[in-house]
């Protein structure tokens, strides 16, 4: 089965930028969309952003539009998510998630994946 690792994370201040990993391995077409989802102490879960590996567009939630970008790698084992501008609210466990490519245009597919990854922190502060 498919197995995600997330690296990454960390503090910035807000009005800065992260970039975080996530390599896939033994990975199908039943989950070559891949993605993020995040979820901050004592909120739902929200999902960030999301790409299918084999092509599509990207797509993104409304609180991240204009500020993320999610990327692959040549060899689709890498997804990447760039994050600038970052503020405050930003601040939560970000996992990486594969699903369905059939689901990969709503994001909150990725809130319930089965394959995802153990997460990785960030910190924004004001």
């Known amino acids: 089965q498919v197995q995600l690792v997330e690296s990454g994370g960390g503090s910035v201040q807000a009005g800065g930028s992260l970039r975080l990993a996530c390599v896939a391995s033994?990975?199908?077409?039943?989950?070559?969309?891949r993605g993020w989802f995040r979820q901050a102490p004592g909120k739902e879960r929200e999902g960030v952003a999301s790409?299918?590996?084999?092509?599509?567009?990207?797509a993104y939630s409304d609180s991240v539009k204009g500020r993320f970008t999610i990327s692959q790698d040549s060899a689709k084992n890498t997804v990447s998510l760039q994050m600038d501008s970052l503020k405050p609210e930003d601040t939560a466990m970000y996992y990486c998630?594969?699903?369905?490519?059939?689901?990969?245009?709503?994001?909150?597919?990725?809130?319930?994946?089965?394959?995802r990854g153990q997460g990785t922190q960030v910190t924004v502060s004001s």
């Open positions: 998630a594969a699903v369905h490519p059939s689901l990969c245009g709503n994001l909150h597919y990725l809130t319930q994946a089965v394959y």
């Open positions: 033994h990975y199908t077409y039943d989950n070559n969309c």
């Open positions: 790409i299918n590996i084999f092509g599509g567009s990207a």
